[in-house]
C-alpha cells in the first residue's frame, strides 16, 4: 500500500520497543557488509538513504545504498557478487540514469550513469543520507519520508514534523534548498492525487549485457536521453 502524504500540524513522539532495535541493528549490519566491499572494490564512498538512515525502519524496509559518482560497472558486480536483478532506470528525460543491482535480503545498490546535478544529490539529503562510518557509529540523521513527515532521531526513538506547509523550515534544517522541499511536496501530493506516475525509462539487463553497453544503445536511440548526457558532459546540441 502506497504511503500517502499527511498533514502534521503537532509534534508526534514514537518510541522503538527492543523488536524494533533489534530489527534496526540487523538491516544496519547488512548495510555495513556491503558498504565495506564497495569501498574497498572501487574506493568510493557509499551512503545509506531512507529509513536505514534515519531509523524508522520496517519488516518491509529495503536497504538502499547509493554511490553518487559513475563507477565500473564491473568492477562493481565482480565486489558484490549474483544480483537477482540488474536494470537501469531513469525518473524522468531530465534526470540522471541510474544502474541498480537488487540483491539478496531487499538489498538495491544504485549508481549513476553519469554526473548528478546538485538537486539529485540534495535528494539523498532530503531523506536522510548516512556513510559507512555513520553507520559503525550507530549514528542516526534526521530526513523526511514518503508521507511528508520529517523524522528526527532521538534517543528513545524519533520524532515526526509535518511538512506539508513548512518547507523553507524544514529545508533549513536538512541543509538543502527550499526548491527541494517544495518539489517533494509537489511531486508526491501530485501521485497521491492522481496515482502512481511510473518513470519515464525502465530497462532490465540480461545477463551478457553490461550497464555500459546498454547506456550507449538507449543514448543512440532515444534523443532525450541523449540531450541529457550531454548537458551534463557540458555538450550543447
Not at 102 to 119: A, G, I, Q, W
Not at 173 to 194: F, M, N, Y
Request: glycine content about 6%; proline content about 5%.
Amino acid at each position: 500500500m502506497a504511503r500517502r502524504p499527511e498533514v502534521l500540524h503537532d509534534v508526534r513522539v514514537v518510541t522503538y520497543d527492543e523488536a524494533h532495535w533489534h530489527l534496526l541493528n540487523r538491516l544496519r549490519q547488512r548495510a555495513i557488509d556491503i558498504m565495506h566491499k564497495i569501498e574497498s572494490s572501487i574506493a568510493v564512498r557509499p551512503l545509506v538513504h531512507g529509513s536505514l538512515a534515519r531509523g524508522d525502519v520496517s519488516e518491509s524496509s529495503d536497504i538502499d545504498i547509493i554511490i553518487r559518482q559513475p563507477v565500473s560497472s564491473y568492477r562493481l558486480e565482480l565486489a558484490l557478487g549474483p544480483s537477482l536483478q540488474r536494470e537501469l532506470v531513469q525518473a524522468t528525460p531530465s534526470m540522471v540514469l541510474k544502474g541498480h543491482l537488487h540483491l539478496e535480503d531487499n538489498t538495491v545498490v544504485s549508481f549513476p550513469m553519469f554526473k548528478l546535478r546538485p538537486r539529485e544529490e540534495e535528494f539523498y539529503h532530503w531523506g536522510g543520507a548516512i556513510d559507512l562510518k555513520g553507520l559503525e557509529s550507530d549514528e542516526r540523521v534526521p530526513g523526511v519520508n514518503k508521507r511528508l513527515v520529517l523524522i528526527e532521531p532521538a534517543p528513545y526513538g524519533h520524532t515526526e514534523h509535518g511538512v506539508i506547509g513548512h518547507e523553507q523550515e524544514i529545508a533549513k534544517r536538512l541543509s538543502v534548498s527550499t526548491e527541494i522541499a517544495k518539489e517533494r511536496v509537489r511531486v508526491l501530493t501530485r501521485r497521491d492525487s492522481v496515482g502512481r506516475t511510473g518513470v519515464y525509462l525502465k530497462r532490465s539487463l540480461e545477463e551478457s549485457e553490461s550497464f555500459e553497453e546498454v547506456t550507449k544503445q538507449l543514448q543512440d536511440n532515444d534523443p532525450a536521453l541523449r540531450r541529457t548526457i550531454d548537458r551534463r558532459q557540458g555538450r550543447r546540441r
